[in-house]
């Protein structure tokens, strides 16, 4: 399969060192605006650096697109249109509008269309399995993610919404089953504290569902320490994801407190003292799961090669990297709307 990169920038660096190494993978050339980012990436892996985009699609069958995020939208369509199959990085596009395109081009033209969420290839999500199936099969949930990292200066054209939190978006919004009932949020603006561009840095996001389901979301980009967490408790059973460690902690009450047994109107003050001290420890089974490491990437990679000469759906499809914007872009309503009403009551 010969294999276009569009972006030679961090990503799409990252992207060619991962395709190179499968030898069913032709590189067959780097696009980027700077044509030195071309040419040093075109060097690296002995292909052929474009200077038109164009030009570049005529030579392949699938790309990758690791383009600033605003691009995603005309670099999508122009390689749709051109028959390629396409691994867009996330987030699909900034708007929903924009990513339905996308979504609407690849299923006429009967594309590939993957994007890069890459906490769906995460060892420690899948091995959250039994507690996400419970979630999953429609049992109502509490779900607290955290995602925060100091600041890189990358994804500038996006705020912290489409550039942190999609992920953890994309993960809730693929195992809850439910419909969203309402949105809640608000963001600050740190590091363009004019909010001339609009691009917040930190966010927080309560999303109710139908089925009583409720996620809440938090991200930062200007925090001192970096987090990947992710909480989900149920009636029966609770959980704790790191993914930067990939690892998973669960906790399951006994069949004694399922069934009640320990209920206050059954335990005096007298035999409750005595439990107190070991009732933790004797009656919540604590699990702990550690994952090996995993080239996440390759992973990704390799599914979207698969998804091409298999002709499956990949991990991630277009459909629910729209379903992410979507969401995303309801927070970001949210956000906005929040901000309109602080601002008119200074006034």
Known sequence: MKLGIIGAGRLGSFHADKAAAY???QISGIYDESSAASEALAKKHNCIAFHSLDELLTQVEAVVVATPSTTHNAVGIRCLNAGCHVLMEKPLCV???EAAQLVTLAREHNRVLQVGHIEQFNPAWHSAAPILDRVASGEQALLETTRTSG??????????????????IDLVMSVVPSLINNVDAVGFYVIDSSRKQGHEDIAQARITFDNGTVATLYASRVASEAVRKMNIITERQSATIDFATRTAKFIE???EVVTGNFAANKISPVEAAKLAPTFMKEH???????ENAVDALSLEMSDFINAIEKKYEPKVNGK???TAVQV????LKQIHTTETMTEKRAA
Not at 284 to 290: D, H, I, M, N, R
């Open 328 to 331: 995303a872009e309801r927070i």
């Open 284 to 290: 919540f089974k604590v699990t702990e799961l550690a």
């Open 23 to 25: 030898s069913n993978v």
């Open 253 to 255: 009450p006994s069949e």
């Open 151 to 168: 600041y890189t200066f990358r994804s500038t054209d996006i705020g912290v919404v489409l550039d942190m939190m999609i992920h953890d």
């Open 95 to 97: 708007t929903s509008v």
């Open 320 to 322: 629910q990297g729209l």
